[in-house]
């Protein structure tokens, strides 16, 4: 039993599978269309497990031409279509629904120009976010914007969800990476938004459609930004007594005009989790712990270091240390990349995602405490302290009844706590279905409404991805 | 809502003291089919095609920074406040406006004080966009009135969200014509301890473009990438490259670029670091172009090698003068303001490279005749009439100021 809501499917729909699924196979190859339960059950969820609903049919399309043919027949026949890159999203944002087709670029993975001069690379969104950087290392760049989930998700995925990563601090996040889109609207028309340059003319489509969750239309081809790597990198690491004087640390790092390529923070819990795990020699006598990273030479990099550990030290760490090999800061990075694994092998949890003012921090993270305490459930936090991006894990166990609930509810306490001070929903893994019924929380029916006017202008119908990011009921229809 | 008493809609200028006011006066200019001007300082007035509004909404009367975080890079203003005064807020705390906002004035010989409002609804970002990116990019936040007179927010203060739709980047160079921006909320960086600024002399426009794109294509974080031909900032083309950081990690790279960039000749690091903060000012602001006033100028953006094939184009058939930014990327080039002030032959340049155009300057006239912004595809011509239609039905805001219809 879980509690958010999908709508009812259309049974007219349901009714017509057998001439839809016919129609499709019209327009694709054979193996371009998957029918059969064993394989749709592939596609009927997406990280967010705790959710699934078999779709219609699943596509598989490898042309923006493909693309655009089972756009053009799904909007004629009025049927549902959920877009669908890698299916990694967090918030449930390409979970099915029974009465929509699946549309997955997943098969169009290619690069198909790289600029080097120009820093600019022009890729088939369907390629995963790793990929790009793979594809243009040899020359020294990569693509900035590195979600955890970089091995397996696509850029189709990441220009849905305005995707970000540990390093946004100093590189921004996907809308700021994307140059163009080749976008196939739900009446078939295909555009192109942007280009190879900077800033395109006329209204900032580009910027409307990187975040819309898959309802604007479908990405089949986009244009990023590349960058050289730097020389190199190096993180420091560093333990707190209080929460409250990390925060203070981070605060007056920035404050003398340092910006860290990535600076993150753990709580005791979340330490604790990934020391076990990864025995990258963190201090375990501390309530919070900070990892800095800086980038540039060797002499760069010590000079930086130099400059926050004479801050750190005003703030009497409880423990200090700046990374002196290539093995320490593989193994410091190590616990904190593998924190949502190491968490899991302890307990089943939900992986929250809300934005707060930096400077919010320790109420902040005493309030969640409360909350799950509340619950009768355990936490553990990780935080891109410099962005202000909150990751709480809520953990609970799958195996008893009602704790799912609990943990939910849970979750939904802390976003809207995040709200109210002066944050955000979600900072990188956007609504989907999962924080769709408290959008309420951080926008008035007239923000809400204003939005979905804009929506309508792409597909007035409600077609594409339709149970998401909106709450189901007070929708505006044209 | 009830209007106020002090202004009714028949008044030429409108000046709502709260949002809550300037909602209400648009709700009934809306309900009158009234069109309006939206005028913050008035400097970049005469950009875009002439709007025949029947009053003008200023924001003179809604100003204020509302928030002001330095440990958390994020500065909130209401529309009305003027550049200045965030900038010099900003400064005081070692902090800047990361995207080096030009002073539009030297340019377009207008008087007036900027605004916060008309800054983000103009888009305009300076040398630092190749690095730090655009306004748009700095923009987390909006409030802004509809054309339904309502007050829609969009963002915060959190520079991580993706909450919804980013409607704060619609607001972001929508001239206007999208509603009225009554706060905007901009991430901020740190200003860098040190500036230093590398000077390669004489190279023609190919050669210049090409190292400044061998710089950018380095591990060094360059913030500008400037190329001035011959004539216009010295007597021989000047091509300028900007590194911004901590003093010993500018002095290296410095190092590392002049070493880097030697098949291109001896690259010169200025000393006089007023005499570098005013050439960047200068790029910034295009002063170059900014004499004889009469003359159109246009603002062109392209992949950056193309820029001096665009603009060699142009200047084969009409006396052009320009200068390149972005590492060549963005093209400032002047012409007589005569007949269509190019802009053909400025299109068809541009189009085997892509990229677009605005006509930043001209007389009144020739920006009514011609299409001072970039002509859209049928498709995309389409979309913005619905986004336009779906924010502002009655079409008040600034209509016709971009494009005819919207």
């Known amino acids: 039993m879980t509690t958010i809501a999908f709508p009812e499917p259309d049974s007219a729909v349901l009714g017509r599978r057998e001439a839809i699924i016919a129609g499709l196979a019209r327009l694709l190859p054979a193996d371009a269309v998957i029918t059969s339960e064993d394989e749709r059950r592939a596609f009927e969820t997406d990280a967010l497990t705790a959710y699934r609903r078999m779709p219609l049919a699943v596509v598989l399309p490898s042309t923006t031409e493909e693309v655009a043919a089972v756009l053009r027949f799904c909007h004629a026949e009025g049927v549902r279509v959920v877009p669908r890159g890698a299916g990694t999203s967090l918030s449930g944002g390409a979970i099915p629904q029974e009465d929509a087709v699946v549309l997955g670029v997943a098969k169009m993975n290619r690069v198909l120009d790289i600029d080097f001069v ?47 990563g540990a390093h946004c601090l100093k590189y921004g996040v996907t809308t700021n990476n994307l140059l163009g889109v080749t976008m196939v609207l739900l009446d078939g028309t295909v555009v192109e938004i942007g280009g190879a340059h900077l800033d395109a003319p006329g209204y900032d489509l580009l910027g409307l459609v990187c975040g819309s969750e898959g309802q604007l239309g479908v990405i089949t081809e986009a244009t990023v930004r590349i960058l050289r790597q730097a020389e190199g990198a190096r993180p420091a690491l560093m333990g707190f007594d209080s929460v409250e004087t990390a925060g203070a640390c981070v605060a007056a790092i920035i404050g003398a005009g340092i910006i860290p390529v990535a600076l993150e923070f753990m709580d005791r819990p979340a330490i604790k989790v990934c020391e076990a795990f990864a025995h990258a020699g963190y201090p375990l006598d501390v309530e919070a712990l900070l990892i800095v990273e800086v980038e540039g030479s060797e002499a760069e990099i010590e000079d930086a270091l130099k400059r926050i550990v004479a801050i750190a030290e005003r703030f009497s760490p409880k423990a200090l240390r700046v990374s002196r090999s290539e093995a320490e800061s593989a193994a410091i990075w190590k616990g904190r990349k593998s924190a949502f694994g190491a968490m899991g092998r302890i307990a089943d949890y939900l992986c929250m995602d809300g934005t707060i003012p930096t400077g919010q921090l320790p109420y902040v993270l005493k309030r969640i405490s409360e909350i799950c305490n509340g619950y009768g459930l355990g936490v553990a936090n990780i935080f891109h302290a410099g962005d202000g991006n909150l990751h709480p894990l809520v953990l609970y166990d799958i195996n008893k009844p009602g704790e799912l609930e609990k943990a939910e509810a849970a979750g939904a306490d802390i976003l809207k706590l995040c709200v109210e001070v002066g944050g955000c929903l979600t900072g990188e893994h956007g609504v989907g279905i999962e924080k769709r019924d408290l959008m309420r929380h951080q926008y008035s029916d007239i923000d809400l409404a204003q939005q979905m006017r804009i929506r309508g202008v792409f597909d007035p119908a409600w077609l594409l991805n339709p149970a998401k990011v909106f709450p189901l009921d007070g929708r505006v229809v044209q | 809502m009830t209007l106020p008493k002090s202004a009714t809609i028949s008044e030429p200028v ?15 200019c809306a309900a009158a089919s009234r069109p309006l001007a939206i005028r913050g300082g008035g400097t970049k007035a005469a950009v875009g095609r002439p709007v025949n509004a029947e009053a003008t909404l200023s924001t003179r009367g809604l100003t204020g920074i509302t928030l002001y975080e330095p440990a958390e890079l994020v500065i909130a203003a209401r529309a009305g406040t003027p550049l200045a005064e965030v900038e010099r807020t900003l400064a005081e705390r070692g902090q800047m406006l990361p995207f080096e906002p030009a002073d539009a004035r030297v340019l377009l010989g207008s008087e007036g004080e900027a605004t916060v ?8 970002s300076g040398p630092r966009r190749i690095m730090a990116g655009a306004c748009r990019d700095a923009m987390i936040g909006v409030r802004f009135v509809n054309g339904r007179g309502e007050v829609v927010k969009s963002g915060g203060r959190v520079m991580k969200n993706v909450t919804g739709l980013d409607l704060v980047k619609l607001a972001a160079g929508a001239w206007g014509t999208l509603g009225l921006l009554t706060e905007v909320t901009f991430k901020v960086q740190p200003k860098a301890e040190r500036s230093a600024t590398l000077v390669i002399e004489g190279l023609d426009d190919v050669r210049g473009v090409e190292a400044l794109n061998a710089a950018l294509c380095s591990p060094f974080e360059i913030t500008g990438a400037a190329h001035l031909p011959a004539g216009l900032g010295g007597e021989r083309a000047l091509t300028l490259l900007r590194i911004e950081g901590f003093s010993p990690s500018a002095d290296y790279r410095v190092g590392e670029l002049r070493h880097l960039l030697a098949p291109y000749g001896p690259a010169e690091r200025i000393v006089d670091a007023g005499e570098a903060r005013r050439l960047w000012q200068d790029v910034r602001d295009v002063r170059f172009l900014a004499e004889p006033q009469a003359h159109a100028v246009w603002r062109i953006s392209t992949v950056p090698t193309a820029g001096p094939r665009v603009a060699a184009a142009i200047a084969a058939h009409a006396d052009a003068r320009f200068f390149y930014d972005w590492g060549g990327g963005l093209v400032w080039l002047a012409v007589p303001a005569e007949g269509d002030c190019c802009a053909e032959a400025i299109r068809k340049a541009l189009a085997p490279h892509g990229g677009h155009t605005t006509l930043w300057r001209a007389p009144a006239d020739i920006r009514a005749a011609l299409q001072p912004f970039q002509p859209l595809a049928a498709p995309l011509m389409r979309l913005s009439e619905g986004i336009k239609r779906a924010v502002d039905p009655a079409g008040i805001f600034e209509p016709g100021r971009m494009y005819a219809g919207i």
Do not use: K, W
């Open chain 2, 117 to 124: 409002g008309g800054l983000a609804a103009t888009n305009l």
């Open chain 2, 14 to 28: 409108l000046t709502p003291e709260s949002e809550e006011e300037a909602a209400a006066l648009v709700a009934a």
């Open chain 1, 118 to 164: 120009n820093r600019t690379a022009r890729v088939q969104a369907g390629i995963t976010n790793l990929a790009i950087s793979q594809a243009v290392a040899h020359e020294g760049f990569f693509y900035a914007p590195d979600p955890s989930s970089q091995l397996a998700c696509t850029i189709a995925g990441n220009i849905a969800m305005n995707s970000g």
